[in-house]
């Protein structure tokens, strides 16, 4: 069975610009979750999505957003990118709400 | 005080060495607790969800503390390959504001030396 995958794995990108991430759960799963880990910090939490809908987002500004699609993928936003935002972006995914979550392997964005 | 809390580490330990891990979470209302090992630059993977009748795979035994709001993981007979970043990891299911997310500590690194 495929894991949770992402895409692009490595991205660079400078000051302002607009990135897109894009994830894919395992088949089943409906919930996506997307955390940032930053260099030398933890993972945080930035959004949650099931059946399509938006159901929690953390403490991020309002640039960062995303969407889910009916086939359960996900994509990321991330808009006016800042030098701060240089970190692994992870995808998870459960098979329902608070499931146990499954990682994809990320994508490393480095802001320049 | 830190939603969850890990020791800070790391922890440097000879094969075959049993080491154990602590880790305390501030949310009483906490529902789901897990153990997660994330090597170097990789995706943190599944270890182990911890029950409040603690549980075993192998090497590995996970405890929970619900009154004490305590979780830990001890590992016998490490090996070289156990060498990670172990984090301790509790979901806000439940939470008011958490819904959903996991909360993550900011993890104890490992080390196994031959």
């Known amino acids: 069975e495929a894991g949770v995958t992402q895409s692009p794995t490595h991205l660079i990108k400078t000051r302002g610009q607009q990135v897109t991430l894009r994830c894919s759960p395992i088949s089943g799963h409906t919930s996506v979750y997307w955390y940032q880990q930053a260099l030398g910090l933890g993972l945080q939490f930035l959004l949650w999505?099931?059946?399509?809908?938006?159901?929690n987002r953390g403490n991020f500004p309002p640039r960062f957003s995303g969407r889910q699609f009916p086939n359960y993928s996900s994509e990321l936003n991330v808009n006016a990118l800042e030098l701060e935002d240089s970190a692994l972006y992870l995808c998870a995914s459960s098979f329902d709400r608070g499931g146990t979550q499954y990682f994809g392997p990320g994508t490393r964005l480095l802001v320049l | 005080r830190k939603e969850v809390e890990q020791d800070p580490g790391p922890f440097n330990v000879p094969e075959g060495a049993t080491v154990a891990f602590n880790c305390t979470y501030s949310?009483?209302?906490?529902?789901?607790f897990f153990w997660y090992r994330q090597d170097c630059r990789k995706e943190p993977k599944l270890l182990m969800s911890?029950?409040?009748s603690g549980n075993e795979d192998g090497r590995f035994t996970a405890q929970l503390n619900r009154a004490s709001q305590y979780i830990s993981l001890l590992i016998r007979d490490s090996k070289l390959s156990d060498s990670a970043t172990y984090l301790c990891?509790?979901?806000?299911?439940?939470?008011?504001?958490?819904?959903?997310?996991?909360?993550f500590g900011k993890g104890t690194k490992l080390s196994v030396k031959p």
């Open positions: 990891v509790v979901n806000g299911w439940l939470s008011v504001g958490s819904q959903g997310n996991l909360i």
């Open positions: 949310n009483s209302a906490s529902q789901s």
């Open positions: 999505y099931d059946e399509g809908e938006e159901r």
């Open positions: 911890v029950y409040s």
